[in-house]
């Protein structure tokens, strides 16, 4: 590895995952401290244990992902963490409808298919 901070380039996906594992925390404070609503807690929580635990891959394995597959599997990653959880918040907060959770879902298993695929080719 080298830690030369001036040949390595600048992560989007290392910094949107951070991000989201900082609101992440948000999100979990609020669920056990400011809703009171049974299934609006259960779906904070459960977008913020989404959000926690990709935003935490994410900031681990971008800084490091060079190949173009790699890099599709986390910006699915990325992608379907935002329509997950996403959805999952908005109904909560905002009661707006989770219809993308499922795309969500569904680019998170593609993501985490594609990431072992490329690893397997390495």
């Known amino acids: 590895m080298n830690y030369d901070r ?8 290392a910094l949107a995952g951070g991000l989201l594992a900082a609101v992440a925390v948000g999100l979990s404070a609020y669920a056990s401290h400011g809703i009171a609503a049974a299934q609006a807690q259960s779906h ?25 597959t790699g890099k599709a599997a986390l910006c699915l990653l990325l992608l379907g963490t935002l329509l997950f ?38």
């Open 44 to 68: 904070v929580q459960t977008a913020a244990l989404f959000a926690f635990g990709h935003g935490l891959a994410l900031a681990a394995l971008a800084p490091s992902t060079t190949r173009r």
């Open 6 to 13: 001036r040949q390595r380039k600048p992560s989007f996906l």
């Open 85 to 122: 959880a996403g959805s999952l918040a908005a109904s909560a907060l905002g009661g707006l409808s989770t219809r993308l959770a499922p795309a969500g879902g569904i680019a998170l298993m593609l993501g985490w298919v594609v990431w072992a695929v490329d690893a397997i080719r390495r």
